[in-house]
């Protein structure tokens, strides 16, 4: 049985209750259509909870979503055992291949803002509702993404130093600057430390508050002839040559007295200084992400300043950057030349997750969907984003060192996915995309099984394509809470690292008999693809993995070192890596052939993988669709046996 729910006269109740009245029939399949105003996802979940109910989950339903934007419900739309059907049967949420599930919400009102602190060229618009009580990291012009306002920190904050407090541990840093203190929003001004400690990482903490910092007394300089003084020596015909005078017996210079004995009438004596009385700013950080950051066990960055600051109000100044004033209740964009806001399309993130499938959720298949315009605000709160590698990251409590979550063995927290799985079973994306995403695109962790992506795309990612296992899941026994039995095949991936620069495009952790097949990766800012975790950890029995057929090309594009094209970590019994085509790693004379690999393997003594390779001495086929004018070529490279082309789906 069907039902069209564009009939614009009758409410979604009353549809409901027709479903309902219909079941009398005892029909083991029913579909509902769905549109984004009568028939809301909303309206399509109620009715899907409650077909389910009324026939014990004994029933086959397809949700047919009509073309254009489905904007998900605040918190995305959320899956359960209540959206589950029995075993043998499905739930089908199908689009037209021009169908949207989008957490973003259109931005319109432009105009000029002529604000005398802010180019002539700066554009306002009003936050969106929806954004009133919240934040966002991503804006969407005509579909592309813009840049937050950016400044080198040698620029922005000279001087720039850890401050070293007896009171706090890690809490501040000064600067020589006072333009902080005038900055709109220093709460929600990041920091960033790209390569700093680790080359394959590069973390973010955010701004608590500037201060001025009250000057200690300097000690002033007693230039007052006195037996005791000391000349330093003659002639002087200059105050600069006499305060200049630094030598071994006097390193911290002369003090020029006038009126002295010398020919010149004045004395030299000693000492010289202070240096200038300059007041300092002081810059408090967000907790416990710096605790983290300076003393985390592994790379910590002690001592060493961050690469850029971001998101400064006062720093917007280049077309293309754009900025989000929660204070002022609006948003700020530079158009790019020739771009004229009344003639484009401009969305900004609002949800953190579009689809989520949890607590029990099994038996769902979405094809011919594109997700997209999401979020992730944790990098901007006081966790931040500590990284450690692949887009993990530390998070423990201000003044803990060493637990899980923050090293102790390999524990840390994973960058979750826009679309996520936790505990859910039978899970199906096909031939759906994935793009203008603010996290890993897409999740399964928690005990997920048999969760599948075929044929479908990613590309415009802030981390990764594809998030499998967990790092903490070492020591689960019980198999039937193990993460596993995923397959992800015939998909393609560009463009991931958007944001979050250490992610590998498809992270494997902790999981078992999983398959990625014939899959392209392409312009990956770190590794295309992580298998395992825990640095040779020899008890978490996971195994029987297959990546097989995969096109990996241009890899580490904006990360350096310790990865690949293919990076294994830790043992890997029963898995195999064949048939795999790896090229244009890292760029030629950049860090060096050391750090660009083919396939990399770390801790990972399971024979049925090949050994490590640098790049140069991976076998190399010509791409069958170049995605670079100069692909990757070396004297020693060989042919592979065979290249599986990508098959339609």
Not at 202 to 213: D, G, N, P, V
Not at 525 to 552: F, I
Request: negative net charge.
């Amino acid at each position: 049985m069907s039902y069209i729910g564009q009939t614009r006269s009758v409410s979604p109740s009353a549809i409901v209750a027709l479903f309902l009245l219909s079941l009398a029939a005892a029909s083991a399949s029913i579909t509902l259509h769905v549109d984004q105003t009568t028939f809301t996802l909303s309206h399509a979940q109620t009715s899907l909870r409650n077909l389910l109910a009324a026939n014990n989950g004994q029933l086959n339903v397809t949700i047919l979503l009509s073309a254009g934007t489905h904007r998900v419900p605040r918190g995305g739309l959320v899956i359960t055992t209540s959206d589950t059907p029995s075993e043998g049967y499905s739930v089908i949420w199908q689009g037209t291949g021009a169908t949207f599930i989008s957490g973003g919400d259109n931005v319109t009102g432009w105009t000029q803002s002529n604000d005398p602190n802010l180019p002539p060229g700066v554009w306002r618009a009003p936050l969106p509702p929806s954004l009133l009580n919240s934040t966002s990291r991503q804006l969407y012009v005509d579909g592309v993404r813009a840049s937050r306002t950016s400044m080198p920190v040698s620029l922005a904050l000279p001087g720039l130093a850890l401050e070293q407090r007896s009171n706090c541990a890690a809490c501040s840093y000064t600067t020589s600057s006072s333009a902080p203190l005038t900055w709109s929003n220093p709460e929600e001004v990041e920091m960033v430390y790209t390569a700093v400690a680790s080359g394959w990482s590069e973390s973010r903490c955010t701004l608590e508050s500037a201060e001025t910092l009250p000057s200690p007394p300097i000690p002033q300089p007693n230039c007052t002839l006195s037996p005791s003084q000391v000349d330093c020596g003659f002639p002087y015909s200059k105050e600069d040559d006499c305060i200049n005078n630094k030598t071994a017996e006097h390193p911290d210079g002369c003090c020029w007295v006038p009126g002295g004995a010398q020919p010149s009438g004045h004395w030299c004596v000693i000492p010289v200084f202070p240096p200038t009385n300059a007041s300092l700013t002081r810059l408090n950080m967000k907790q416990p992400c710096f605790w983290n950051l300076v003393h985390r066990p592994w790379q910590p960055i002690s001592g060493d300043p961050p690469i850029t600051v971001e998101n400064v109000r006062e720093h917007l100044s280049t077309p293309g950057q754009w900025y989000l004033d929660r204070a002022r209740g609006e948003i700020l964009y530079f158009p790019l030349p020739g771009q004229k806001l009344a003639d484009v399309a401009v969305v900004v993130a609002v949800e953190e997750k579009l689809v989520s499938v949890v607590e029990g959720g099994a038996r769902q298949k979405f094809s011919g969907l594109t997700f997209s315009y999401a979020t992730w605000l944790r990098p901007g709160q006081g966790d931040g984003f500590v990284e450690a590698q692949s887009a993990a990251f530390n998070v423990c409590p201000y003044g803990v060192l060493m637990e899980w979550y923050c090293g102790k063995d390999d524990v840390y927290v994973t960058t979750p996915g826009n679309v996520q799985m936790i505990g859910a079973h039978d899970v199906e994306f096909s031939n759906s995309f994935f793009t203008h995403l603010g996290a890993y695109a897409a999740a399964a962790s928690g005990g997920s099984q048999r969760i599948s992506w075929l044929g479908c795309g990613f590309s415009d990612i802030s981390a990764g394509a594809v998030m499998l296992g967990g790092t903490d899941t070492f020591n689960i026994t019980d198999t039937s809470l193990w993460d596993g039995e995923f397959t992800v095949a015939d998909c393609q991936m560009m463009d991931t690292g958007k944001e979050f620069t250490g992610a590998t495009t498809v992270f494997a952790a902790y999981v078992f008999n999983t398959t990625i097949e014939h899959n392209r990766i392409v312009n990956a800012s770190y590794s295309g693809m992580t298998l395992g975790w825990g640095w040779g950890r020899e008890n978490s029995m996971r195994g029987g993995n297959v990546v097989r057929g995969n096109h990996v090309q241009g890899v580490q594009t904006r990360r350096c070192c310790d990865g690949g094209g293919i990076y294994t970590l830790g043992p890997q019994p029963g898995s195999s890596l064949t048939e795999n085509y790896i090229a244009q790693g890292t760029p030629a004379n950049s860090w060096g052939p050391a750090d660009g690999n083919g396939i990399y393997r770390e801790f990972s003594p399971t024979p049925a993988l090949p050994p490590a390779h640098p790049l140069q001495y991976v076998s190399l086929l010509s791409p069958p669709t170049p995605f670079h004018s100069s692909p990757f070529k070396h004297p020693r490279a060989t042919p592979l046996p065979s290249m599986i082309s990508l098959p339609d789906r």
